[in-house]
């Protein structure tokens, strides 16, 4: 999960719980074969023609992988539920995700924070708005409105969240914040990957530190 935040920010920030939802058009057994080789539980449930993605629990991988609000930012979807979308508050920090239809496979973002509104996403592929409105299925009205929000920084993340859903004319703003329990939501389901999915992971991350030294030796 890409940071932009001043010292000052990133203490104000380890006082606000991180939040997180994807969004895939695709239907919801195939989100379900993708989170069952995951990292952590996921919450799947139906929503107005989407399937919603929520974490439902800890991250059995080791740090600094073991954020589930940031492992399922960060992680790609699978590619029947693509074109997603993922809307993340972390901290201080609005953060909305796209995994896009074409190649290549990797998560694109966008990131707004207060004051200065939209920032680059250092080190990250960025998302352009267009593709988000596109993949959101909203019109060219749409497009211009969510540049419009993230341009502007005096606000707070929760805000442009609400907001950037509601001009995308996506649901899941109340599980996003909390007002709905998303475990109460009709056809809702919780999965809870296999452990070995994420002991080969960090096997996988120790394989490539080792490499990594001996390279630098």
């Known amino acids: 999960m890409p940071r932009a935040l001043s010292r000052r920010g990133k203490r104000a920030a380890a006082r606000v719980s991180s939040r997180g939802i994807v969004l895939s058009p695709g239907r919801p057994d195939a989100a379900a074969w993708w989170a069952r080789r995951g990292l952590g539980p996921l919450l799947l449930a139906p929503l107005e023609g989407w399937t919603l ?21 960060g992680r790609p979807v699978g590619w029947r539920m693509r074109p997603s ?58 497009e211009e409105a969510l540049s419009a929000l993230l341009a502007e920084g005096a606000a707070e993340a929760h805000e442009v969240l609400r907001a ?19 475990a109460t939501l009709p056809g809702a389901r919780k999965i809870r990957p296999p452990d070995r999915y994420a002991r080969a992971f960090d096997r996988l991350l120790r394989e490539e530190r080792r490499h990594r030294a001996e390279q630098e030796t």
């Not at 439902?56 to 992988?65: D, E, H, M, T, W």
């Not at 950037?164 to 998303?182: H, K, M, R, S, Y």
């Open 164 to 182: 950037a859903l509601e001009i995308l004319n996506l649901p899941g703003a109340d599980v996003l914040f909390g007002d709905t329990d998303p």
């Open 53 to 73: 993605i929520v974490p439902a629990g800890n991250v059995q991988a080791r740090p600094p992988y073991d954020d589930a609000v940031r492992t399922l930012a």
């Open 85 to 142: 979308l993922g809307f993340f508050h972390v901290g201080r920090q609005a953060v909305i995700t796209l995994h896009p239809r074409r190649r290549p496979r990797s998560v694109r973002w966008l990131i707004w924070t207060p004051h200065d509104g939209s920032v680059p996403p250092r080190g990250l592929p960025a998302a352009r708005i267009a593709d988000v409105v596109a993949a959101a299925d909203a019109g060219p009205a749409a």
